[in-house]
């Protein structure tokens, strides 16, 4: 199994051009979630879905937008991208219950200059 | 949310036991207690979950106090591969997953 994985790796965007991580996840896990990391910091949520078609927002949900039209797909949307959304972007998924793990993406790495 | 509070970071010394604490005074009955950790460049991976008893698995162990208001974390023999970011999560019914700042451990050999 592929697990989760995410495209792309590294991204470099120049101020106001958008473009859209995607996160792919081959265990049928009806929960997926987007999360930023700044350096030295924890992750913050952005925003998650708990099942196809299904979209909430999370702690810093601004400045972005996402999708979810295929249980196994979880799109993040930049519509105009600033510096302050330099970051390494992580996505996860998990089953519905609190007591399963999580698995997690190895991140995306993006730059905005 | 619920919160957790973590130390922000911790040493140990190769090969000996590490005891890493959580307090979460106001968890709810149903709330799962999680630990995860993060690798440095690496995502987060699951570590340990429990609810009310101690459990114990390959990586680690996680003791959970009686009332439930704090947990810790384990590591019987620390390597310095165990030299990462721990994170203490609650999972809670809504099931949206919120890290704190975590506890960042560092491993001396």
């Known amino acids: 199994n592929a697990g989760v994985t995410q495209t792309p790796k590294f991204r470099v965007l120049k101020t106001g051009q958008s473009m859209t991580l995607l996160c792919a996840q081959d265990?049928?896990?009806?929960?997926m979630y987007w999360y930023r990391q700044d350096p030295g910091m924890g992750l913050r949520l952005i925003h998650y879905s708990v099942g196809e078609g299904t979209t909430a927002k999370g702690e810093v949900p601004d400045g972005y937008n996402v999708s979810r039209l295929k249980k196994q797909n979880f799109l993040l949307g930049l519509e105009s991208a600033a510096p302050s959304q330099t970051s390494v972007y992580f996505c996860?998924?998990?089953?519905?219950?609190?007591?399963?793990?999580?698995?997690f993406g190895q991140g995306t790495r993006l730059t905005v200059v | 949310d619920a919160k957790t509070t973590q130390p922000n970071s911790m040493e140990s010394n190769e090969e000996e036991p590490v005891h890493l604490p959580c307090n979460h005074s106001t968890i709810s009955g149903t709330d799962y207690i999680h630990w995860y950790r993060q690798l440095p460049s690496q995502g987060p991976e699951y570590v340990i979950h429990?609810?009310?008893s101690n459990v114990n698995n390959r990586m680690a162990s996680l003791a959970i106090a009686e009332d439930r208001k704090s947990s810790t974390l384990i590591l019987h023999r620390a390597t310095l591969r165990d030299a990462a970011v721990y994170y203490c999560i609650l999972r809670i019914r809504d099931d949206k997953i919120i890290f704190g700042k975590g506890t960042r451990l560092h491993i001396l050999p």
């Open positions: 996860a998924s998990s089953p519905s219950w609190s007591n399963t793990e999580a698995f």
């Open positions: 429990g609810l009310t």
């Open positions: 265990m049928n896990h009806e929960y």
